[in-house]
DNA sequence: CTTGCTCCTGCGACTTGTTGCAATAATCTC
DNA sequence: GAGATTATTGCAACAAGTCGCAGGAGCAAG
């Protein structure tokens, strides 16, 4: 599950910022690590706790935001506020969420490009694509009503 | 303020779908009414027990959630993930933030149209456009970086 | 390996909501 | 107007985060 581990340079990184290396940090990654696509922070929190019953929120929540900073994670917003966190974004990618059966999927940033440069050029504005889940309803889920 | 009263029809709206009309629901409406544009959701609290310091939480929230189906009242949320609820929704409309400055803009449907029609014909997913919030800078806020 | 600079951790308190439950009170019917 | 129904309220507990603070621990320098 380590081969060529994509997390082997988060300690540099880390100390070249001048920030450190502890215990902590390393269970998250491990925890990170092991589980691709999607986490509500919560869930974080608590597969951390299944293997250090010691471990707060707090503490997690801050690597969290720290690893985002860094790079090595994105998080959005779900449907209900909830954060979630997006490990390793290879490129950037928006989510599209039915909100009946709540599955999700990514959207591509060819499948945005018209609204992103429509938003650009009218408005000055860029859009952080990592950030944009849209909500709606999926086909399967379209069929009644 | 309350001339060509938008909010006279509630009552009934309620009433009809075996709903009650409560003293808390009205002050909540009354509050709702005082302002447009958005609130979030502790606004909404905090501005109803300045008028009635026993107001509880609970409540407003339900209301709120109550109002929402009625069709009174639409809510996404912020960039934190925080509540907010747009009142008197006209057409719907998506919503643009500056995660520098934190203005928002309303994004019209037709601007959205492409990526909206995109979504639909490739994969029949139907944007919930309301609930959107599109998070980036501004044009103001690109300067730097 | 000791020292010291600071980053981190863990704690406790707080914010924003949500939920179950018993008591209350709108509304309907007679 | 009295009684029955059942939607609503208010409370208390909980969930998901966030924040300030004092003590502990990385890490680099000597």
Do not use: K, N
Request: net charge negative; glycine share 8%.
């Amino acid at each position: 599950m380590a081969l060529a581990d994509p997390w082997s340079g988060v300690q540099a990184q880390l100390r070249a910022r001048g920030l450190r290396w502890t215990p902590q940090r390393r269970l998250i990654l491990e925890v990170l690590a092991a589980q691709d696509g999607h986490v509500t922070g919560s869930d974080v929190v608590e597969r951390c706790r299944e293997r250090d019953a010691l471990t707060t929120p707090s503490t997690v929540y801050r690597t969290l935001e720290v690893l985002e900073e860094v790079g090595y994670l994105h998080h959005s917003h779900g449907p209900d506020g909830r954060q979630e966190y997006h490990v390793l974004p290879t490129r950037e990618h928006a989510h599209l969420r039915c909100d009946v059966c709540g599955r999700t999927w990514e959207v591509e940033p060819d499948e945005a490009r018209g609204l992103l440069d429509g938003l650009r050029q009218a408005r000055g504005f860029r859009v952080d694509l990592g950030h944009l889940t849209i909500a709606g309803r999926c086909r399967d889920c379209t069929a009644d009503s």
